[in-house]
């Protein structure tokens, strides 16, 4: 979705939209290397964290983010712009993935948030939470049952704040009030500027038994499946972060601190006990990109009780590496001294992907002209900067959709359905109202609508492996994609659902024909499969790098406690513990674990 208005917009941005945070921009700063909790990661996990720990003025806690501060950017407070933040962008840690062979040797950028907030200041703002089979899943997995979802949703009463939509509209029939809460720390609301296409995507619900309607997807106390209305992590016209929600609140407490721009190096064995090694220390340097060159001058930061790794599914398997944590036959080769040998660090890493298949449609009603006109660009960013209303105060998209792939199915014939549950989707759709393809270059002309496709149960798994001892070398990330029978049908599926639906009534007499060449010559299996391999990419949902599994198992990384397994001070608590991805954005489901590992930690402590 890039564009050169948009660019231009992002280099002249300078808007403050939140102050009284008291942050340090290097480690050079501290005043102190000794505090109760070490946090490493600022993003989604770890500010929940921070938090909850620091509720108890007794106890200090310290943060470590490698990347920079949210503070006074307004690309990061719209949450139309989200898409624009990566790839690219210096909010993203701006990876590249290894080329990739069910792809035809294809590779592409990997967003992973490089700021307070993490991903959470740069992702499209989709809150939900996964079904109650997934929760159950990560249950019977771990042998603890307190991660079902019956425990687990009294944490979205902390969590979530569900307030009114921008435009103040009744949402009676578009969500389910009694389901949500109102005082959380996150604010949740629903579309508040409407698109031209939203009527289309209702009226679709009473034409297709494909997509009924469901009122409330967000997910746990009822069914997934259908089509309705959005809710975003956004309230007010503003993106509501793990920073701007959990941090700005209590960046002033005095038993807290922040420091950004300041890479971890290595995780430090402090001691050893009960026969395992304790791991209490953090060696640290300076940013790239900083005043201070990186790994010139590094430091040493300890914690009394615990270190609370938060660096998510691709930071976190590195850091352990460079520890000497992880798979010997990896390790030894580069040098490094193998403290804890456990293949399974780095390895099952999980991700959805996601197809954006493009329409040309008739008229001039979508959202392409404004966005290609750098006057209607800049004239809809001055409303948001003053008035904080318009369409940048608003998501991409207002509806999405779950759907399953049928129960008849030839392919469950040689492959085990994947999903958690059969109310558990397997594939998401997003429809949206203009050419939406991150990173693409948005045509000179014409109208379209776009219905991203999301595989939200891939059964292709991928590895996160360092390729040096140099912690500033990024790892190798290789997700292998469409590795699987599975996965190259069940898109192939959705392409062909996705045009059952634009022949439906609602949308037959608008849509004109898919855009782009290798779409419009996707017509059968085959030539679906070569367009599904060329055009499909990440929605950045990765997982499982350090999943949890049963304490007395020898499978995983971590125990149900979130505990590091064969190690003493050292907890794991991110998107990486996960040891099958939610069938929904990981956000959600990623705030209701952080909000639960801060009672573990709690109560172990």
């Known amino acids: ?70 503070l006074g950017l307004v690309e990061a407070q719209a949450p139309f712009l989200g898409p624009t933040l990566s790839p690219g962008g210096k909010l993203d840690w701006n990876y590249t993935i290894t080329p990739q062979v069910g792809m035809d040797g294809k590779s592409f950028p990997y967003p992973r948030g490089y700021a307070l907030g993490g991903c959470t200041t740069i992702n499209y703002c989709f809150h939900q939470y996964g079904s109650n089979a997934d929760w159950t899943r990560f249950a019977n997995v771990t042998q603890d049952p307190s991660w079902a979802w019956d425990n687990m949703k009294q944490y979205k009463t902390r969590h979530e704040d569900l307030v009114p939509p921008l435009d103040g509209h009744d949402t009676s029939n578009q969500v389910i009030a009694s389901l949500h809460s109102t005082s959380g720390l996150t604010k949740i609301s629903l579309p508040g500027y409407n698109q031209s296409i939203d009527p289309r995507v209702i009226a679709l619900t009473t034409q297709s038994p494909e997509w009924p309607f469901n009122q409330d997807m967000s997910g746990g106390d009822r069914s997934l499946l259908g089509m309705g209305w959005l809710q975003s992590s956004a309230g007010g016209g503003i993106r509501s972060s793990s920073s701007t929600s959990y941090l700005n609140p209590v960046n002033t407490r005095p038993n807290l601190t922040v420091v950004i721009n300041t890479t971890v190096l290595k995780l430090l064995q402090t001691g050893t006990s009960g026969g395992k090694p304790t791991f209490l220390g953090v060696q640290i340097s300076s940013s790239p990109g900083t005043s201070n060159v990186p790994g010139g001058r590094i430091g040493t930061v300890t914690a009394r009780k615990e270190v609370i790794l938060s660096a998510g599914t691709v930071g976190t398997p590195q850091i352990l590496q460079l520890s000497g944590i992880g798979d010997k036959n990896l390790l030894q080769p580069l040098g490094i001294p193998t403290i804890i040998n456990n293949p399974n660090v780095g390895a099952n890493l999980i991700d959805h992907t996601f197809l954006p298949n493009i329409f040309s449609v008739n008229g001039n009603d979508t959202l392409d002209n404004m966005l290609r006109s ?64 991150p990173g ?29 001892k140099n912690p500033f070398d990024a790892p190798l990330i290789d997700p292998r994609y469409l590795t699987t029978a599975f996965d190259i049908f069940a898109m192939r599926e959705t392409v062909k659902s996705i045009k059952r639906l634009v022949a439906t009534p609602a949308w037959a007499d608008y849509v004109t024909g898919p855009f782009g060449d290798s779409f419009v010559a996707a ?49 794991i608590v991110d998107a990486s513990v996960f040891p099958y991805n939610p069938s929904a954005h990981t956000q959600g489901p990623l705030y209701l674990l952080a909000e639960k590992a801060s009672d573990l930690i709690k109560a172990a402590n």
């Open 440 to 468: 693409g270059t948005r045509p000179a002309t014409g109208s379209y609508v776009t219905f991203v496709s999301v595989l939200l149960t891939p059964t292709s798994r991928g590895t996160i492996k360092i390729k040096s």
């Open 523 to 571: 017509v059968d299996d085959a030539s679906i499969d070569a367009y599904v391999r060329d055009v499909t990419t990440t929605i950045f949902h990765p997982v499982g790098t350090a999943a949890m599994a049963p304490a007395s198992s020898n499978a995983g990384v971590v125990n149900p406690d979130l505990t590091l397994k064969g190690a003493n001070g050292l907890r």
């Open 1 to 70: 979705m890039r564009s050169p208005s948009f660019t231009a917009f992002v280099l002249a941005s300078v808007l403050a939209a939140r102050v009284g945070a008291v942050t340090l921009n290097q480690w050079t700063q501290m005043t102190r290397t000794t505090y109760d909790y070490v946090i490493i990661g600022a993003g989604n996990a770890g500010l929940v964290v921070a938090n909850r720990l620091t509720e108890d003025p007794r106890v200090s806690v310290l943060v470590i983010e490698a990347g920079i501060s949210d």
């Open 374 to 437: 750098n006057v209607s660009v800049q004239n809809t960013i001055n409303q948001f900067v003053q008035t904080k209303t318009g369409v940048f105060a608003n998501n991409v998209v207002n509806n999405f959709g779950f759907s399953r792939i049928p129960a008849n199915s030839s392919i469950y014939q040689t492959v085990a359905d994947p999903a958690s549950g059969p109310d558990s989707p397997h594939w998401e759709i997003i429809p949206s109202d203009y050419w939406f393809r």
